[in-house]
């Protein structure tokens, strides 16, 4: 059987890792737990069924043909143990010196008096690159959060899957949801058409291939002109840039926090100001920013602000969510300058509007997309000055990842609150992700430790943002 190669932009994500950025996607799972031993029957649980999902078993290795591509295989050297880690939280954050923060329930409830909250342990190992000679992605069991909780922390490589490809690995793992049975969704390789043989075939098909490249081309050129038109940083805070690393430097440090919002308070904006719930949860982000760079005593950037780069998923409405990404992206500028919350989530709403009447195909945002108009070999050459490039692009990923309106569980413990955690790119020091579950909103913070050492204030604004913006609106 043929191998199942990378598609182009699986390959330029892993292409772009170094040590001191991994590009791995988490996710924070902070669960109630059923008993003194739920945390380590949790962890057996998922090394048990990890071995039953072949899109877990898979790992990556370069071929000879197309030169510099890579491809799927199935490890025969598969071991639970090399991806599944039941770990003391506490124990974890004293040998790592992780630093951590938190509000909201995960601040207030998973870590109460004397415990230690898993955010800790899980800055420390959101540094940490995944090992690329096994299946790219790992479940860190932390034991010992909180006298009645536990957390996992899931880690997978970009290449494996955008953010509805991991969770749909993810569910696999807990127990059974009908929407998810049997399994998780696994892309195998593709069944090829039967296509008519014979030249007189051939010749009719060229007149459909050739318009299909021009069409390529010209969308090709369109993004890249709109991604010089994008221009470089202007005015960007000092806060929003990381120290570049020095040649062959080691895994970098970051600090995670996470924050839980009443999705009742976000719609009430929503009702009161119009606009989508996403555009609330982005005018948010920005109303934090401002506060938190004002409290640090940093000056606000005038006119144009930082450039926000928001993925857009490409697949079908309804789809199921497989493994690999199908992605493209807005570029949006946030409204720092302006002091009314009202009128920066209208400059939202009009920016995030702009960006949905071009379409997700179109935009310095669909940079994502020129990936597939690169050979393998240069996604091999180029992955390091691709790295570089992307602090040129975008100063912060703000990015959602939906949940299903399901309540996971774990062997009997019940998943509380789910923060999502992204990929920091060179020169970037703030990745931002936000969920909802439960009615709850969870926003999921990564900092590079050294260039935010006070990741806690700009959780506390968030906060902040949303309790004056309600106000606003009542």
């Known amino acids: 059987m043929s191998p199942e190669h990378l598609s182009p932009l699986d390959l330029a994500f892993w292409r772009i890792e170094s040590a001191a950025h991994p590009m791995h996607l988490g996710a924070l799972a902070v669960l109630s737990a059923d008993g003194p031993d739920a945390a380590a029957r949790a962890a057996a649980l998922l090394a048990e069924r990890c071995a039953g999902l072949p899109g877990l078993r898979r790992r990556i290795h370069d071929v000879?043909?197309?030169?510099?591509?890579?491809?799927?295989?199935?490890?025969?050297?598969?071991?639970?143990?090399?991806?599944?880690?039941?770990?003391?939280?506490?124990?974890a954050a004293a040998r790592t010196g992780g630093s951590a923060a938190g509000t909201g329930a995960a601040g207030a409830g998973a870590a109460g008096a004397g415990a230690v909250d898993p955010r800790a342990a899980a800055g420390p190992l959101m540094a940490r690159p995944l090992d690329r000679t096994r299946p790219p992605w790992e479940a860190h069991v932390l034991a010992g959060p909180g006298p009645d909780s536990f957390a996992v922390l899931f880690k997978f490589h970009h290449a494996l899957?955008?953010?509805?490809?991991?969770?749909?690995?993810?569910?696999?793992?807990?127990?059974?949801?009908?929407?998810?049975?049997?399994?998780?969704?696994?892309?195998?390789p593709a069944r090829p058409v039967p296509a008519p043989r014979g030249p007189g075939a051939a010749l009719r098909r060229l007149p459909g291939v050739f318009a299909s490249r021009v069409?390529?081309?010209?969308?090709?050129?369109?993004?890249?002109?709109?991604?010089?038109?994008?221009?470089?940083?202007?005015?960007v805070p000092d806060a929003l840039v990381a120290a570049e690393p020095g040649p062959g430097a080691g895994a970098g440090s970051r600090s995670v926090a996470g924050l839980a919002l009443d999705l009742d308070e976000v719609n009430l904006i929503r009702k009161a100001a119009g606009g989508t719930v996403n555009d609330v949860l982005?005018?948010?982000?920005?109303?934090?920013?401002?506060?938190?760079?004002?409290?640090?005593?940093?000056?606000?950037p005038r006119g144009a602000g930082p450039r926000a780069l928001i993925p857009v998923s490409r697949r079908r409405p309804g789809a199921a969510p497989g493994a690999g990404n199908r992605l493209s992206g807005y570029l949006l500028r946030l409204p720092l300058a302006e002091g009314d919350p009202l009128r920066r989530l209208y400059a939202v709403r009009a920016g995030m509007d702009r960006n949905k009447e071009a379409g997700p195909a179109r935009g310095a945002g669909a940079v994502a997309l020129l990936a597939d108009h690169v050979h393998p070999l240069g996604h091999r050459l180029g992955g390091p000055l691709v790295a570089q490039a992307a602090r040129l692009l975008y100063d912060i990923l703000v990015t959602s990842v939906p949940l299903p309106g399901l309540t996971f569980t774990l062997g009997g413990s019940t998943v509380r609150e789910v923060y999502p955690l992204a990929p920091l790119?060179?020169?970037?020091?703030?990745?931002?992700?936000?969920?909802?579950?439960?009615?709850?909103?969870?926003?999921?913070?990564?900092?590079d430790a050294a260039a935010v050492p006070d990741l806690a204030a700009l959780a506390g604004a968030l906060r902040a943002e949303l309790d004056a913006f309600v106000r606003e609106v009542s």
């Open 64 to 91: 000879l043909l197309p030169v510099g591509g890579a491809a799927w295989s199935p490890d025969p050297d598969f071991d639970p143990a090399r991806h599944v880690f039941l770990t003391d939280a506490a124990a």
């Open 161 to 188: 899957a955008d953010g509805l490809g991991a969770l749909a690995l993810a569910a696999g793992l807990f127990d059974r949801q009908p929407p998810f049975a049997p399994g998780p969704a696994v892309r195998g």
């Open 215 to 235: 069409h390529d081309l010209g969308q090709a050129l369109e993004i890249g002109a709109a991604v010089a038109r994008a221009g470089l940083p202007l005015g």
């Open 282 to 300: 982005i005018a948010l982000v920005a109303g934090a920013l401002r506060r938190w760079l004002a409290e640090r005593g940093d000056p606000l």
């Open 425 to 447: 790119a060179r020169g970037q020091s703030l990745a931002i992700a936000v969920s909802t579950y439960k009615g709850t909103v969870h926003y999921g913070l990564v900092a």
